[in-house]
């Protein structure tokens, strides 16, 4: 599977592509609308972004539970009900005098099973994408990775338009709106496809399974460069306020720019032959352009570095294509999903430590600080990544 053509024709992907794509949108708006209504009733900063990222936060809580039932339930079953789920809390939201800890606790529990949604939506993309060659997934990740950026930049921006003139409670009318479509072409676009893996769901299941994927050496490398740079670099990220709010939003949207591009160029470009060497030196491209904000430069430099270090972003694609190649089948999604919750995960702590490190010194400081972190993360990891992928004989050895 080289091209997108092909990758629309394989079965099925066009409706996981906008069934992903109108969840993105409905997350994008609603956050926006529900941290608007939070910070209209308590004028707490906080809370407001609590109120806005707490779902990604959350997701941890699901990793550690929940997981174990990305491989042993149907995923359309399990796609559409978590669209419906996620629409009846954004429905609970608009309720007039709802107490902020209520739509707090609303947002946790959006939160909770998103993890699971994502080893669900990754893991039926191996089984899409790779049908007719198992090169699939990589092209199909980077679609869905560049589908996101733009419902967020777009969701983002109608947000901002709807708020004020629909208030936040009929903005957040229309977030649920767009997650009950999205249920609805999950269910008619998907094939009641069985679960990839038998036995029943458990917390203890879960707990053996993120144990195992964890035992795995080669997958415990693969794990921490999925994370740990990336969040570091988030990080950054999050001290454009800080650093030059006036700007912040170019910054921002240069950071999407490079991040789209990269996925473009990585999942429809890149052979196969340059994927195994050129994951370090774009891992390496994630952190080095932030060096230069220790100069504090021009607008122009800054945002020119910040787009092509989000370029390094495309790293990931590289990385999770490893991952599933050191997965047996029967873990895809659950291996999948504990990918993305770690990384949101590590996304948060890069943020908390970035304010920290510029409370007490400064927004420009804590980024050279971070990006020097990152290149000393994705060094020492480096050796661990270059060894050849033999995950079956690894899991078989895990297990024993």
């Known amino acids: 599977m080289r091209t997108y053509r092909d990758l629309f024709a394989a079965p099925e992907f066009t409706p996981l592509f906008a069934a992903c794509s109108l969840q993105t949108a409905a997350q994008t708006v609603g956050g926006l609308a529900l941290g608007s209504l939070v910070y209209a009733s308590t004028g707490s900063p906080l809370l407001s972004a609590l109120a806005m990222f707490g779902p990604a936060l959350a997701q941890v809580v699901g990793a550690l539970t929940l997981l174990s039932a990305a491989d042993r339930l149907p995923p359309r079953a399990v796609l559409t009900g978590l669209c419906l789920l996620l629409g009846l809390a954004t429905l609970l ?5 709802l107490p902020t800890a209520a739509a707090l606790t609303l947002v946790v529990l959006q939160g909770v099973p998103a993890a699971l949604g994502g080893g669900v939506r990754y893991g039926l993309l191996t089984e899409l994408a790779d049908s007719t060659d198992k090169g699939g997934y990589l092209l199909g990740r980077s679609v869905l990775n560049m589908s996101s950026g733009i419902c967020q930049i777009t969701g983002y921006a109608l947000g901002g338009v709807l708020v004020p003139a629909l208030s936040a409670r009929g903005t957040l009318l229309i977030a649920a709106g767009l997650y009950v479509l999205s249920a609805a072409v999950a269910r008619t676009g998907l094939s009641a496809r069985p679960a990839r893996s038998a036995g029943r769901p458990s917390l203890r299941e879960t707990v053996r399974g993120n144990a195992l994927l964890w035992s795995s050496v080669p997958r415990r490398y693969v794990y921490l460069a999925l994370w740990v740079p990336n969040g570091l670099i988030v ?99 659950h291996a999948l999903g504990l990918h993305t919750a770690g990384m949101l995960t590590m996304q948060g702590v890069g943020a908390l430590t970035a304010g920290g490190l510029a409370q007490l010194t400064s927004p420009a400081a804590a980024m050279v600080v971070l990006a020097v972190l990152s290149v000393a993360v994705t060094l020492v990891l480096g050796p661990g990544l270059r060894a050849p992928v033999s995950a079956r004989a690894e899991d078989s050895t895990c297990a024993a």
């Open 93 to 97: 939201q608009t309720v007039p005098g």
């Open 235 to 333: 990080g950054c990220e999050a001290l454009f306020v800080p650093y030059d709010s006036a700007h912040a939003g170019l910054l921002l949207a240069s950071a999407a720019l490079g991040m789209l591009a990269g996925d473009f160029l990585t999942g429809r470009f890149l052979p196969a032959r340059l994927r195994g060497r050129l994951g370090a030196p774009l891992r390496l491209l994630l952190a080095v352009p932030y060096l230069v904000f220790g100069a504090r430069p021009s607008l122009p430099v800054a945002l020119a570095a910040v787009a092509v270090a989000s370029v390094g972003f495309s790293a990931g694609l590289l990385l999770q294509e490893r991952l599933v190649a050191l997965t047996p089948d029967e873990l895809g999604g």
